[in-house]
């Protein structure tokens, strides 16, 4: 494939600048490491940066919109977060750690309706809780159901 070919894909939105740039997904994971890395060490700035840049090389995937939507919401940007997460359940409707995080996040804006849809679909996915994003969404569940029963006494 020719150059401008590259490039009238890219253009197109039917090449990633990753697939343009030849970064493969094995490097982009490893990368994605060194930025959950950060994350959990709590530098959240140095964590944002990295997974700002692999959204940049590939913003059709998942992991790096949901560790977005994680520092978002780390850093009490929940509108954002919400954005991320739901962006990445469009990707992967299946992801149970996406499914999780805006469903707390929806807790914390006060829309627990819309925070019960995407519990009730983690609890779908993962009935037996093998997943810790489905035992944390077990937890949430928790909270809104005795938050639901107090306003209702």
Known sequence: MTTATKVSQFLSGHLTL????????????????????LLTEGRIEGAERVFRGLHALDPYDAYF??????????????????GHYSRAIEINPVSVMALANRAEVR???????????????VAQLD??????????AAMVARVVMNQLETQTT
Do not use: H, N
């Open 65 to 82: 919109l949901t560790a977005l939507g994680s520092i978002a919401q780390r850093t009490g940007r929940l509108e954002e977060a919400e």
């Open 127 to 136: 009935p037996s809780g093998v997943d810790p994003a489905a035992r944390r």
């Open 107 to 121: 807790v914390l804006a006060g829309r627990v309706e819309d925070a019960v849809v995407d519990l009730e679909r």
């Open 18 to 37: 990753a697939e343009l740039e030849g970064i493969p997904k094995s490097d982009q994971y490893e990368m994605a490491t060194v930025g959950y890395t």
